[in-house]
């Protein structure tokens, strides 16, 4: 085999590997720290969740969140 042959195969492996690896790593980790730092932001209290019919979670938005508490607020005081 001469040289060149030799680099291409190898240089080709090489990008394959890179690129296999590159493609598992993105779904499988990404998706692992995307889920636990959710989770960890809902049990210290920074965002609110709720989980839907599918078991998905949805984030509620903060602006629901005061204006529930503020409708809720006001009904005890009448």
């Given amino acids: 085999m001469d040289p060149i042959t030799h680099t291409l195969i190898a240089t080709g492996c090489m990008f394959g590997a890179f690129f296999l690896g590159k493609m598992i ?3 499988s980790v990404s998706t692992y720290l995307l889920t636990s730092m959710l989770d960890r ?24 969140v005061i204006a529930n508490a503020v409708n809720e607020a006001k009904s005890y005081n009448v």
């Fill in 25 to 27: 790593t993105v779904k």
């Fill in 41 to 64: 932001l809902e049990l210290d209290g920074y965002i609110i969740t709720e989980t839907d019919k599918d078991g998905e979670k949805e984030l509620i938005p903060v602006s629901e």
